[in-house]
């Protein structure tokens, strides 16, 4: 009940081209939901995040669109550039019982944005 | 204002021996939590420190311990190294639990 379903675990997308990329979670608990990106060699860089009181979030061209009875969420990047090609995370926090910092990662979606 | 500072970025050790990590926060960012990231296993919460106590760990042996300094740095320990510990250690920082995480780049540890 504490994972963090990813998907796809690779997607390839043309440059200026939107990808998309899936979570959905069990735990009904969960009340945050971060998305991070990681280039190789780097630490995970928050993107965007989202908390279930809303049903999207749009940040430049990141974009979270969250349904909250399906108890899923998704990543859009639209107009996709060959520098958006990295590693993205979901990840979800819970703060029953108080405030806390433990986020249950996704998998990870290996993006590729070929020019 | 610098980012989350981990040293050392690259480390070899063998089995059976300990490791010390160190992770400097963003200042003024007073929790601080560590992720094991492996290929096999992905990220996975080790434990939090905020105001130098431990407020949540992961499920990781005993083997794995850390603790937070007065000044928010925070130290990770590994006693009895396996192969299987090798991976990227990460260190995240908030200002306060629940606020939003921002990684370092990470200790790379390799046991031979």
């Known amino acids: 009940q ?14 200026g081209g939107i990808s998309i990329i899936n979570c959905a979670y069990e735990n009904t608990a969960f009340d945050y939901f971060p998305w991070y990106q990681q280039f190789p060699g780097k630490g995970p860089a928050l993107l965007i995040a989202i908390r279930p009181d809303v049903s999207e979030k749009k940040e430049g061209r990141f974009t979270i669109s969250f349904n909250k ?22 990840a979800a926090l819970s703060r029953y019982g108080g405030a806390t910092n433990k986020l249950i990662f996704g998998t990870g979606t290996l993006l590729a944005v070929q020019p | 204002k610098a980012g989350v500072t981990q040293t050392p970025r690259y480390l070899i050790k063998t089995r059976g021996q300990q490791v010390t990590l160190s992770c400097s926060p963003i200042s003024g960012h007073r ?6 990231q492996t290929p096999g296993q992905g990220l996975q919460f080790l ?29 990770m ?10 991976a990227l250690y990460l260190c995240a920082s908030s200002s306060l639990p629940d606020q939003p995480q921002h990684f370092g780049d990470g200790t790379r540890l390799s046991i031979l």
């Not at chain 2, 939090?48 to 000044?71: A, D, I, L, V, W």
């Not at chain 2, 320990?77 to 090798?86: H, K, R, Y």
């Open chain 1, 2 to 15: 504490q994972q963090v379903k990813q998907s796809p675990q690779s997607l390839i997308v043309q440059k």
């Open chain 1, 69 to 90: 009875s399906a108890k899923q969420f998704s990543l859009h990047i639209m107009d996709s550039q060959p520098g958006d090609s990295a590693t993205y995370f979901c």
């Open chain 2, 31 to 36: 929790s601080v939590s560590w992720y094991q």
């Open chain 2, 47 to 75: 434990f939090e420190y905020f105001s130098e106590t431990q407020r949540n760990k992961g499920n990781f042996p005993g083997r794995f311990s850390g603790r937070q300094f007065s000044n928010s740095r925070s130290e």
């Open chain 2, 77 to 86: 320990n590994v006693s009895t190294l396996e192969l299987g510990d090798s």
